[in-house]
């Protein structure tokens, strides 16, 4: 049985920026959505600290919070749970992979200004490379769509040095 640390917590109606970047937080995390404010992490020091941390801040702001470790109730239920931790960063690496193929698609076209097409391309392989990271440290149970996202950075990034290297093996002949 997989041990969890979860989070329950109501904020006022308003102002609703607060509920808003309550949510933001916990998904940056890689928290799962249990039922209506039930959050769930995988327990470990590092997570129920955030959680913790975020109870105090709801706290702060008028509203109630708790957090406590649990244990579900079958091994069915933890099945359940840790899928759609999985789900989740499936998700998220799906995006990076569709971030990607745009990224390849942006290098493929004319060769005019090839030099500030790179630059452009590196700077947005930097922006995946961090989303990249972010996915990573979210993905708690080692979804399977990691490998392919990870494998698509490598490939893209050996593919713009290479083409630049065409190019300027190109010009100074």
Do not use: C
């Amino acid at each position: 049985m997989v041990p969890w640390v979860a989070l329950s917590y109501r904020l006022p109606r308003e102002p609703s920026r607060l509920r808003l970047a309550v949510w933001r937080r916990l998904k940056r995390l890689g928290a799962v959505l249990l039922h209506e404010s039930l959050w769930l992490l995988p327990a470990d020091a590092s997570t129920r600290e955030a959680l913790e941390w975020m109870a105090e801040e709801i706290e702060e702001q008028g509203g109630t919070a708790y957090v406590w470790d649990l244990m579900s109730l079958s091994q069915v239920q933890d099945q359940d749970i840790v899928g759609r931790f999985r789900a989740d960063a499936n998700a998220r690496y799906a995006a990076i992979l569709a971030s990607v193929r745009a990224l390849q698609r942006l290098r493929g076209g004319a060769r005019r200004a090839l030099s500030t097409k790179h630059k452009q391309a590196r700077r947005r392989l930097a922006t995946v490379e961090r989303a990249l990271r972010l996915a990573q440290r979210r993905d708690h149970f080692r979804a399977p769509g990691r490998q392919a996202a990870e494998q698509a950075i490598r490939d893209a990034a050996r593919a713009l040095d290479e083409s630049l290297a065409v190019e300027r093996s190109r010009r100074s002949a």
